[in-house]
């Protein structure tokens, strides 16, 4: 589908899948080369948005790991509230192991922050930053992100795990707003 509506808004493809998954491919190839001789690395995958993520990009691992999910929530609408809160906590001991954070996005980073300082806090050994989408010009901290599949500019897509207002996250491409 080239367009679809949620809610009241508008939105039109920007992202196929065909480049999502070729996007994917790339990232678990670095990361299958970066992890070839380490210990089994935790993936710690964000829910909801990172689902579709996740998953494909296990299809791709080649090396011995594990997954976990953890819910965190920071957007309202199509903006982020400033505020990230806890919806399901971390579960899976980490001390003294790698850890693969994977978000579906990155935008201003306040998720990202929030996240390396729990994970670093439970004791892990290293963390890197995993995302499907990363806008550039939004993100405002200092934790690098090691992997990104594709980075986008500051607009507001839904689709592939990003919802608006919960709808969307079923489309397999990735759509953006379409402007008023």
């Known amino acids: 589908m080239e367009r679809i509506k949620l809610h009241d808004k508008e ?3 920007c992202i196929p899948y065909e480049q ?13 080369s970066d992890y070839a001789d380490k210990d089994a690395p935790i993936f710690l995958a964000v829910l909801n948005g990172s689902f579709m993520f996740a998953a494909d990009l296990m299809k791709f691992i080649t090396f011995n790991c594990e997954i976990s ?7 309202s609408g199509t903006g982020t509230t400033g505020t990230v809160k806890e919806m399901i906590g971390l579960s ?4 003294g192991r790698n850890v693969v ?11 990202v922050e929030v996240l390396h300082k729990l994970v ?10 995993c995302t499907l989408l990363l806008k550039p010009e939004a993100y405002k901290k200092d934790i690098p992100v090691d992997y990104t ?5 500051n607009d507001f897509i839904v689709g592939y795990g990003l919802d608006y207002d919960e709808l969307g996250r ?11």
């Open 11 to 13: 939105f039109k493809i």
């Open 20 to 32: 999502i998954m070729e996007s994917i491919k790339k990232v678990a190839n670095k990361m299958n």
């Open 69 to 75: 999910f953890i819910k965190l929530s920071s957007y």
């Open 92 to 95: 899976t001991p980490i001390k």
């Open 101 to 111: 954070i994977v978000e579906d996005i990155v935008d201003t980073g306040g998720t």
């Open 120 to 129: 670093s806090d439970a004791g892990a050994a290293d963390i890197k930053i």
């Open 149 to 153: 599949a594709i980075s986008i500019p």
């Open 170 to 180: 079923n489309y397999k491409d990735i759509y953006v707003l379409e402007p008023k």
